[in-house]
């Protein structure tokens, strides 16, 4: 490098790295995943069924409408309320099946 000034030329000086001394020892840290409790699951469960229902009211109420079925007012063994069931237990299997958990435990976090 110049001096821009006195137009000379100065010396490099080396610089050597300095490393902190290690102290003999790495401090690893672990964290145990405890298994959830009652009211995780609880909540995780509760999201879940809103999740059910946000998709049945997607997804299958149109579908009755378009077709023009009741969907009040109607006994537990009706055709809506199957097809209710067919995706309430799908969505669970499904679910477990392909992500290992259902979104309320993805949210909550619990295993």
């Given at each position: 490098m110049t001096d821009h000034e006195t137009n000379?030329?100065?010396v490099e000086v080396p610089v050597t790295k300095q490393r902190p001394?290690?102290?003999g020892f790495e401090e690893v840290l672990?964290?145990?995943r405890k298994p959830a409790g009652f009211?995780?699951?609880?909540?995780?469960y509760l999201i879940d069924l809103l999740v059910i229902a946000g998709l049945t009211a997607i997804l299958v109420k149109p579908i009755f409408a378009l077709t023009g079925i009741e969907t009040t007012s109607i006994p537990w063994y009706a055709p809506y309320a199957i097809v209710s069931a067919i995706l309430f237990y799908g969505y669970f299997v499904l679910m477990t099946k392909f992500f290992c958990q259902t979104v309320g435990k993805m949210v909550m976090g619990s295993v």
């Amino acid at each position: 490098m110049t001096d821009h000034e006195t137009n000379e030329t100065t010396v490099e000086v080396p610089v050597t790295k300095q490393r902190p001394e290690s102290g003999g020892f790495e401090e690893v840290l672990f964290y145990e995943r405890k298994p959830a409790g009652f009211w995780v699951r609880f909540w995780a469960y509760l999201i879940d069924l809103l999740v059910i229902a946000g998709l049945t009211a997607i997804l299958v109420k149109p579908i009755f409408a378009l077709t023009g079925i009741e969907t009040t007012s109607i006994p537990w063994y009706a055709p809506y309320a199957i097809v209710s069931a067919i995706l309430f237990y799908g969505y669970f299997v499904l679910m477990t099946k392909f992500f290992c958990q259902t979104v309320g435990k993805m949210v909550m976090g619990s295993v």
